[in-house]
């Protein structure tokens, strides 16, 4: 028996920095491999990474109590700014911003999300599959995220269909775009096998409120046309906009991963 670890990776980013990506592997046997999941915000992820006022999502605490699989955290702590841009999409369509937000962020925020997806693809995935007891592939691989990372998650499993099997879109920030534009651009990556979508959001407070109208409005929208049973809503009304509710839905996500992936 191989007991469980939790590695730190620095790997090539781009504009020659270097990005922290945490990797966890639980207790397993010699010789077997593990399905894994690519998380953004790999900072609020693991309970000794003192997450601070942002709480934690307790991966590895779920991973033990729901069953096992590879948690791949990506850091996306370089400040707010940076890392709504490099978790924004710019092919998804024009950004709305809110009317609060100063004019000096919104000329400051460059989506830079197909980077983040290329760096995912290209350099994450690799060095996890060589380095990991990963069990190879897209049935064994899914990618989820919380708000920018939500949005990130949805953008990255539909664009590689053939990488990823499910994708948690955990409160995601769509309202960054049109629902027309976010429609179209579904559209546009429909392909003969598609990742399951689990779509989560609370409801309380700004910006959970607005997240939730848009979440539903786009649910309801590609319903016309995604396959529908590769998809899920789940609405809590009375949770807000943090990781205190991301966690425990999580589990959730872990198990259908776990259970269900032969299906994907």
Request: charged share 25%; net charge negative; hydrophobic share 35%.
């Amino acid at each position: 028996m191989i007991k469980e670890e939790l590695y730190e990776l620095s790997l090539p980013y781009y504009g020659g920095q270097n990005k922290k990506v945490r990797v966890y592997v639980p207790e397993h046997d010699e010789g077997e491999t593990l399905p894994v999941i690519y998380m953004t915000d790999g900072q609020n992820l693991f309970e000794d990474n003192n997450p601070g006022q942002f709480g934690c999502w307790y991966t590895r605490e779920a991973v033990k109590e729901v069953g096992k699989a590879i948690i791949v955290g990506i850091h996306n702590d370089e400040g707010p700014v940076q890392r709504t841009k490099e978790l924004t999409p710019k092919s998804i369509g024009a950004l709305r911003f809110p009317d609060e937000m100063p004019q000096m962020i919104r000329e400051l925020l460059i989506p830079e999300g197909e980077l983040f997806d290329d760096f995912v693809i290209r350099t994450v995935m690799p060095e996890v599959e060589a380095r990991f007891p990963v069990e190879k592939g897209r049935n064994a691989a899914a990618f989820c995220g919380s708000s920018s990372g939500g949005l990130q998650a949805y953008f990255t499993a539909l664009s590689h269909p053939d990488r990823f099997c499910l994708s948690g879109v955990f409160s995601p920030a769509f309202p960054f775009y049109s629902v027309d534009d976010i429609v179209s651009w579904t559209i546009s990556r429909l392909s003969g096998s598609m990742p399951y979508l689990y779509f989560y959001s609370g409801a309380v407070g700004e910006p959970e409120e607005e997240i939730c109208r848009s979440t539903q409005a786009v649910y309801d929208a590609i319903a016309e046309f995604y396959p529908m049973e590769r998809m899920n809503e789940v609405i809590l009304f009375d949770q807000p906009h943090n990781e205190s509710a991301w966690a425990p839905i999580f589990k959730d996500f872990l198990h259908t991963f776990l259970t269900r992936r032969e299906e994907f």
